[in-house]
């Protein structure tokens, strides 16, 4: 079974950039659909990219359209999320997640998801 952690995340002013890594191990990641979710205290965990399994269509949320860029590097078997133009609203844990092999999910919904990381802090100060 496919693990995955993540990792870069950590304190940037508003309108600066970081870049997210999740890092897979046992499985091929290009096998798995990869999202990216993240939780900010006392809300509920959302919806913020994908990358689908194989030829790899991407999704985004609506918050982070044009800002955010999610990408596979499949020799690393690591999926990015390089976030830029920051905004204090995106302050939140930001989990990955993988879906069972060669699944086509609904990508906005947790439940799709059977391997969760253990999250990587992003904090924009204003």
């Known amino acids: 079974q496919v693990q995955v952690a993540e990792s870069g995340g950590g304190l940037v002013q508003a309108g600066g950039s970081l870049r997210l890594s999740c890092a897979a191990s046992g499985r091929s990641i290009s096998s798995h659909t990869i999202g990216w979710f993240r939780q900010a205290p006392g809300k509920e965990r959302e919806f913020v990219a994908a990358?689908?399994?194989?030829?790899?269509?991407?999704y985004y949320a609506d918050s982070v359209k044009g800002r955010f860029t999610i990408s596979r590097d499949n020799a690393k078997n690591t999926v990015y999320l390089r976030m830029n133009s920051l905004k204090p609203e995106d302050t939140a844990l930001y989990y990955c997640?993988?879906?069972?092999?060669?699944?086509?999910?609904?990508?906005?919904?947790?439940?799709?998801?059977?391997?969760w990381g253990q999250g990587t802090q992003v904090t924009v100060s204003s």
């Open positions: 997640a993988a879906t069972t092999p060669y699944y086509n999910p609904s990508v906005f919904y947790t439940r799709e998801y059977s391997v």
């Open positions: 990358f689908s399994w194989g030829a790899g269509a991407t």
